[in-house]
């Protein structure tokens, strides 16, 4: 993947599945401009 976001980027919009159910949209869903976002993969 050779597609790094950069000082200023916006953050593609993208959907994800909530491990309780339902989905979270980035950025439709945020309430403030502002966010940090944290992926983890959990354990293998």
């Known amino acids: 993947?050779?597609?790094f976001l950069k000082s200023g980027?916006?953050?593609p919009a993208i959907?994800?599945?909530l491990a309780g159910g339902?989905?979270?949209s980035f950025?439709?869903?945020l309430?403030?401009?502002m966010t940090?976002?944290?992926f983890y993969r959990g354990h293998w």
């Open 1 to 3: 993947m050779s597609n």
């Open 9 to 11: 980027d916006d953050f």
């Open 15 to 17: 959907s994800l599945n």
């Open 22 to 24: 339902g989905t979270f």
């Open 27 to 29: 950025p439709d869903d």
């Open 31 to 33: 309430e403030t401009p």
């Open 36 to 38: 940090i976002a944290l």
